[in-house]
């Protein structure tokens, strides 16, 4: 099992550039999400997935879409960067089962930056 | 204020030593509790989960008060690679919608 895999590892954007980040896992999880961490905030929640064809916003989605057309797959569009969203993205998958009874894996994270 | 919050350290330990830390969280729904560790440039990794009525895993043993909300995690015995910065997490709800602290920076010294 590759786990949760993500790409690209490092990405500069100018601002105003659309991009579209990456995120598989091959576990069969119907739980998916997307992170963002900055310096001194902690990972905070953008969007998250508990099944193909379900998103729903997290904590922070402004900027960003996501869809999820199969279990495995769940890209993470950035529509127009900008500098603010210079961070380190992470995408996280889990099972479902008992609330908190499952771990949440993550992906090694895309370092991005806007220019 | 934060929903999780953590004091950042670094906690500077001596190979051996004991290091000892909470973690404080204002939403008193929340079900359970975890303890991440992530490495400097690394994804986060599960260390332990919390239980109520407290846990251990080896070396490492973790805490709940839910009265007080808070959580803590002490490391015995530290080991250089105990170097990490750990991660209070809560879990929000059924889906595994989780919060997590800013992290607890532990450097551990020969």
């Known amino acids: 099992n590759a786990g949760v895999t993500q790409t690209p590892k490092f990405q500069v954007l100018k601002t105003g550039q659309s991009m579209t980040l990456q995120c598989a896992q091959d576990m069969n999880h119907e739980y998916m999400s997307w992170y963002r961490q900055d310096p001194g905030m902690g990972l905070r929640l953008i969007h998250y997935s508990v099944g193909a064809g379900i998103t729903d916003q997290g904590e922070v989605p402004n900027g960003y879409n996501v869809s999820r057309s199969t279990t495995e797959d769940f890209p993470l569009r950035l529509l127009s960067a900008a500098p603010s969203q210079t961070s380190v993205y992470f995408c996280a998958s889990r099972g479902t089962g008992l609330a908190g009874g499952n771990e949440q894996f993550f992906g090694p994270g895309t370092r991005l930056t806007v220019l | 204020r934060k929903e999780v919050e953590q004091d950042p350290g670094p906690f500077n330990v001596p190979e051996g030593a004991t290091v000892a830390f909470n973690c404080t969280y204002s939403?008193?729904?929340?079900?359970?509790f975890f303890w991440y560790r992530q490495d400097c440039r690394k994804e986060p990794k599960l260390l332990m989960s919390v239980y109520s009525s407290g846990n251990e895993d080896g070396r490492f043993t973790a805490q709940l008060n839910r009265a007080s909300q808070y959580i803590s995690l002490l490391i015995r015995d530290s080991k250089l690679s105990d170097s990490a910065t750990y991660l209070c997490v809560v879990n929000l709800d059924s889906w595994g919608k989780l919060q997590f602290g800013a992290g607890t920076q532990v450097v551990v010294t020969p």
């Open positions: 939403n008193s729904a929340s079900q359970s």
